[in-house]
C-alpha cells in the first residue's frame, strides 16, 4: 500500500467508524483489454482498452447510442461480450458465476432509471443486499444503512416506499443503496438525465461529496459542470469507440478531435 | 386579471387549498338521479328489479318458505304428507350430514377430522390476518408442519390412532384434502416451473417447457383415469401407491402446469431495471428472485393466481369419476337412498353443495380483493 493510497484518506477525513478499512494492494481498479461487444450483428463496443486507477474518476460522455451504458454494464457484468477482457480489482469476469458475484459486491451501481425495489421500504432497499450478500447482521446492516441514507441527506424518508419519493430522492436512495454495500468501486449510468431539472443538483452535489471522498468512479453523463469539476480524465465515445480520452482542461479547451469539438458546441450552447 | 391579458402578473399571496365541492347533494337525491336520470336509466332500473324479483322470490320460496324443516323419512317431505307445495327437504340434509362431511370414515374416528379441520383453522386464521405478527413462524407450521401433522392424524397408524384407508374417506374431506394439497403444493411447483421456463439453461428451458405443454394439453379427467386405472399396470406390484395419493399428484402436476403459466405472465410484467438493479447488488439468482422478483410478480398476478385456486377447487368434483366421493360423489349416493326418495331431494342436495361451493369459492374471490387494496396502499406506484 503506497503512501498516496486514497482509500486511507477517505476513512481518515470521513471520521467514518462504520467503514471498515479496505487496503487492497492492487492500485489498478478496472482494466479493459480489446474488447469488443455485437447485438446481434450490431457492432456496439469496438475495441475499447481502458485503465482506471484506484481514486480515478473518469466521465465518459457521448451522443446516446455510442456504447456508453453498455461499457458500463460490462464492468460488472451485467451485459456479456464476444471479444476482450475486463479485470476488475484483479478478478477477471468470466463465465464463472462466483467471480461475478465476487466483482459485483465490490462495484456499485446507480441507474438512470433508479431501479430502486417498490415494494421495499428505503432502508429494505438499502439492508438487503448487505444482509444477505454481506451476511451482516441486521441491526449493524441497518446503522449503516442510516448512515449513508444521512450522508445523501435523507434520513428522514428511510421508512417511506420509493414510489413516495420525488425523483431526487429516489436517485439518492439508489447511491446509498450501493454506498451500503461499500463498494471500491462505482459506476454511474447518466445518473441524472431522468430527472426534472430542479433535481438535479441535489443528486450531482451527492457525487461530488463522493468523489472528494475518493471513491473510484466512473461516470456516464452530460453534467459538463460536474466533469469540469471531479473528472481526472474525460472520455468521449461515438459509434461504439473511445474518440478522444483527454485530461479534462485539455478535452474542455483545446479538444484535439473533430468529433469533440462538435459534440462540446451541441452541448455547451 | 382576465380584463388585462397583456399586463404582467405577480401574485402577492399563494392561495389555500379548499375542500371539492359535494356532488348533487344526499344519498337519496343522487341515488334518484343516477337510478331514474332519463327514459332509459329508468327502463333499465325497472327491468333489473323485476328480474331480480324473478330470480329471488322463487329461491327464497324454495329454500325458506315452502321448506321443511323436520322429518325423519321421505313422507315428512312429500306433498301429500304436508298438504301445501314441498321446497327444500332440510332433513334430508340432516339425516346424510355426517356422510357429507366424513364420508364413511368410522364414527368413532371422526374426531381426528375435527382436530384436523381445528388446527387447520387455527394457524390459518392468524395467517390471513394483516395484524397478527410472527407472519414467517406462522407460515412454517402452516404449510411445511401442517400436512405432516394433517397426514398422520387423517391416516393414523401411530401413536395408537387406527389405520384408516382412503377407501373409506369421502366427502367435503377429501375436497379439502385434494383442493388444500392441490393448492399449497400447485403454486411452488409453478413458480419453480415459470422460472425454468425463463432459464437461460437449455436442457431445464425445454424440460419445463415440456412439462406445462404436456399437463396443459391433457384433460385432468384424462390424467385422473390414467392415474387410477392405468398406473398400476405400469408399475411393478411393491410399488402400490395408494388410490387418493395417485388421484393428489395428479391434480398436483396438473394445477402446477396451470400455474407456471400465471407466474410467468408475472415475471414478465417486471422491467429489466428490476433484474438489473438486483443484480449489480451481487444478490445472485435465487435472492434477486426470492427478494425482488418474485414477490412484485406474485402480487401482480394474485387475481390468476386465485383464479386458478377457485377453478382447482370446483375441479376437484371431478374425481366422482375414479370413484372418490367428495362432497358431490357423496351427495349423488345419497340421492340414490330410496329412504328419501321425493321430487326435491336432488334439488335440496344441490343446493346445499352449491351453497358450500359458492361460500368457499367467494370467500377466496373476496380475501384476495382484500389483499390486492391492502398491498396496493401499502405501496404506491
Known sequence: ?269 | MAADLQAPFIRRALLEPEPPPLAGGDALTRGRARLFGGVFNTVLTVASAIIIAALVWPALKFLLIDAVWTGASRVDCLPETVGREVGACWPFIKAKFVQFMYGFYPASEQWRVDVTYALGAALLAPLLIPAVPYKGTNAILFFGLFPVVAFFLLVGGVLGLPHVETRVWGGLLVTLVISFTGIIFSLPLGVLLALGRRSHLPIIRALCVIFIEFWRGVPLITVLFFATYMLPFFLPDAWRIDALARVLIGVVLFAGAYMAEVVRGGLQAIPRGQFEGAMALGLGYWRMMGFVILPQALRLVIPGIVNSFIALFKDTTLVLIVAIFDLLGQLRAAFADPNWATPVTLFTGFAFAGMIYFLVSFGMSRYALLMERRLNIQQPR
Not at chain 1, 503506497?2 to 477525513?13: C, K, N
Open chain 1, 1 to 269: 500500500m503506497g503512501s498516496g493510497d486514497p482509500e486511507q484518506g477517505r476513512a481518515e477525513t470521513s471520521g467514518d467508524v462504520l467503514l471498515e478499512m479496505r487496503t487492497t494492494e492492487n492500485p489498478v481498479a478496472i482494466e479493459i483489454v480489446g474488447l469488443n461487444k455485437w447485438f446481434g450483428k450490431f457492432h456496439v463496443l469496438r475495441d475499447i482498452d481502458l485503465k482506471v486507477m484506484r481514486g480515478e474518476r473518469i466521465v465518459i460522455c457521448g451522443p446516446s447510442g455510442s456504447g456508453k451504458s453498455t461499457l458500463l454494464r460490462c464492468i460488472n457484468r451485467i451485459e456479456d461480450w464476444q471479444r476482450g477482457r475486463v479485470i476488475v480489482d484483479g478478478t477477471e469476469l468470466t463465465e464463472d458465476l462466483k467471480k461475478i458475484d465476487e466483482v459485483r459486491r465490490e462495484v456499485g451501481m446507480v441507474f438512470q432509471q433508479f431501479n430502486l425495489f417498490p415494494h421495499l421500504t428505503v432502508l429494505e432497499n438499502c439492508t438487503l443486499a448487505p444482509i444477505w450478500v454481506r451476511r451482516m447482521p441486521k441491526k449493524q446492516a441497518e446503522e449503516v444503512a442510516r448512515h449513508y441514507l444521512a450522508r445523501v441527506r435523507i434520513p428522514e424518508q428511510a421508512d417511506k416506499y420509493p414510489g413516495q419519493l420525488s425523483g431526487g430522492q429516489q436517485q439518492r436512495v439508489a447511491i446509498a443503496r450501493a454506498l451500503c454495500m461499500q463498494p471500491k468501486i462505482m459506476l454511474f449510468d447518466e445518473p441524472t438525465s431522468s430527472l426534472d431539472p430542479e433535481m438535479v443538483k441535489e443528486v450531482l452535489d451527492t457525487m461530488i461529496a463522493l468523489a472528494l471522498d475518493g471513491m473510484t468512479m466512473v461516470v456516464a453523463s452530460h453534467e459538463m459542470g460536474f466533469a469540469r469539476q471531479v473528472a481526472n480524465r474525460m472520455v468521449l465515445m461515438d459509434a461504439g469507440q473511445f474518440v478522444e480520452v483527454n485530461e479534462p482542461e485539455a478535452f474542455f479547451t483545446r479538444p484535439q478531435h473533430e468529433r469533440t469539438r462538435l459534440f462540446l458546441s451541441q452541448i455547451l450552447r
